[in-house]
């Protein structure tokens, strides 16, 4: 059979396509295949950058983005990594971040898994302090007004730090040197990823504790550690921790690192001590400094009331030289200017009423008969004037008045009168039987007093001489009640209880009378003169 006969036997066989050795994959196969390249590949890495875009999801996982200054990358914290991280991812924040390189195929897009982040050198540490300080502040944390004092003599202080470094020594050293006293230590790491936590806690605990319980609530708190760099403190940086000092009631010291170290609770703590040293030389006082005051003060004390008491004694030494001997020298003077007072004062009366006489005098030389006439006669004519027309108001009134009467006579009735009569009658008669059987008994206890009073006026009276007193009278039976009123060889009359003796005055103590005071004669009445007949008398 030729090669043409195979030609017209039927319908030739379709050619196969040519096979393919590229073929064709799904985006689904090509985004898994990069991941798996991308993590066989890398693996962990390191990388360093500045954080920006940070996403905190509800589920709690962390998204962000670090950059530098020619790319960026996107970057997962998963929840549970996110509680382990030394530091809290901020945006701006220069970080070093460890963690496995890997793509998110919804988005075909590359990310890295961060496990571990820290800060990138000390300059990015201060950068987040600076940001936290400035938050911290514009809450008011930092201010002046909210900071307790220190109490001047604590009976308990509570200590903050590390059981077994060289601070609680020197602390301890220090309080027991200057004011010895009940010290409550609260161990816990002061460096770490722990500490800060720790330290929160101890303050929680001091500040829980009840005045009066089991263990002594501490009167001032010390948060205390020795010097170290800052990624050594920066637990002491914590927000946390910084946060739980001021809401602390209990006063707090702040005595974190050197002198030039300066922490986040340096700020908000209630004092801060350059070391922990000072920090126990702040909440004590030097016993022995106190006991030399109170005796310094107590012998000033002393020396000031001896030289008061001194300076009185003195002063009543000189008032004492400048009284006179004898205390009735005292009134001489006084009564010497009286003497001669009363002796001016007859002269002086007598003086006065000349005076007025002799201004009535002058007075009543203006007064004349006609002028009375004068004053009569108009009198008389205004009354003349009033009676001519007091008659017709009179008769008018008179006649109103009756005519009121009758009317007001129409409309009375003597029923009410009756009544009202027989109700006082009724209210007399139950007075009249309230008081008829108290009144012999008040007639008797009226007549005891009287009695009573009967006898003390008789005892009281002056003109009947008593036991052992008599009365001395002049022979016209006037009393004489003091010897003024006596003369040489006056008579007199001794009255006593019994009966009555005649005697003479001899005369005074040194035997020569007083003087008796001169009595201005009686000046006879005044005798009106009889007016002539046909005048009225005016008085």
């Known amino acids: ?50 954080i920006s875009k940070v996403n905190r999801h509800a589920s709690g996982h962390i998204y962000l983005t670090l950059k530098d200054d020619k790319s960026a990358i996107d970057g997962v914290v998963w929840k549970g990594s996110a509680r382990g991280l030394g530091i809290q991812p901020e945006p701006g924040l220069e970080v070093i971040v460890t963690g496995k390189i890997t793509s998110y195929p919804a988005r075909s897009s590359y990310q890295i898994v961060i496990e ?16 936290l300080k400035g938050k911290l502040r514009d809450e008011g944390l930092f201010a002046a007004e909210r900071k307790q004092p220190i109490p001047t003599f604590p009976a308990v202080i509570g200590v903050i730090t590390s059981p077994t470094g060289a601070v609680i020594r020197d602390i301890l050293h220090r309080i027991a040197e200057r004011w010895p006293c009940h010290v409550i230590v609260w161990p816990c790491v002061v460096q770490g990823d722990a500490a800060a936590a720790q330290v929160a806690n101890a303050i929680r605990g001091f500040d829980a504790m009840t005045p009066g319980g089991p263990i002594p609530r501490p009167d001032v708190v010390i948060v205390a550690r020795g010097g170290g760099s800052v990624e050594d403190l920066w637990a002491f940086n914590d927000e946390a921790l910084a946060r739980a000092v001021a809401a602390a009631r209990i006063p707090i010291i702040s005595a974190v690192g050197h002198e030039t170290d300066t922490t986040l609770i340096d700020f908000v703590s209630d004092r801060r001590a350059p070391t922990p040293t000072g920090a126990a030389e702040i909440a004590t006082p030097v016993l022995a400094d106190l006991r030399y005051t109170l005796a310094d003060l107590d012998r000033r004390l002393t020396g000031a009331g001896g030289r008061l008491i001194e300076e009185r ?38 003086r006065g009423v000349d005076r007025q006489t002799t201004r009535f005098a002058g007075v009543s030389g203006r007064f004349s008969r006609a002028l009375l006439d004068r004053v009569i006669e108009r009198r008389t004519d205004r009354l003349s004037a009033v009676g001519a027309q007091l008659g017709p108001a009179l008769t008018r ?98 009255v006593f209880a019994d009966g009555a003796a005649a005697a003479h005055v001899d005369g005074g103590d040194d035997g020569t009378a007083p003087p008796a005071p001169a009595r201005a004669a009686p000046r006879p009445p005044a005798r009106l003169k009889a007016p002539p007949p046909g005048q009225g008398d005016l008085f």
């Open 1 to 50: 059979m030729s090669d043409d006969s195979y030609v017209f036997e039927g319908p030739a066989d379709e050619p196969e396509p040519p096979r393919d050795n590229n073929p064709p994959l799904s985006i689904s196969e090509l985004s898994f295949a990069l991941k798996r390249t991308l993590e066989e590949r890398f693996g962990h890495v390191r990388l360093r950058g500045e």
């Open 116 to 131: 571990t982040m820290e800060a990138a050198g000390a300059g990015a540490l201060l950068a987040q302090l600076e940001r």
């Open 313 to 350: 004694r003195i002063r009543l030494r000189a008032v004492a030289r400048g009284l006179p001997a004898r205390p009735e020298d005292l009134l001489a003077l006084p009564r010497q200017r009286l003497d001669h007072a009363a002796s001016r004062l007859g002269s002086g009366l007598q």
């Open 397 to 494: 009134s008179i006649q109103t008045r009756e005519t009121a009467l009758i009317r007001v006579t129409a409309r009375l009735s003597p029923e009410p009168l009756r009544r009202r009569l027989d109700q006082r009658n009724a209210r007399l008669e139950a007075v009249i039987a309230r008081f008829t059987p108290t009144l012999p008994r008040r007639l008797d206890e009226s007549g005891v007093a009287l009695s009573a009073l009967t006898r003390a006026l008789a005892s009281l009276d002056p003109g009947r001489s008593k036991p052992g007193f008599a009365r001395v009278e002049d022979s016209d039976s006037n009393w004489l009640t003091s010897a003024a009123a006596l003369s040489p060889g006056q008579a007199v009359r001794l």
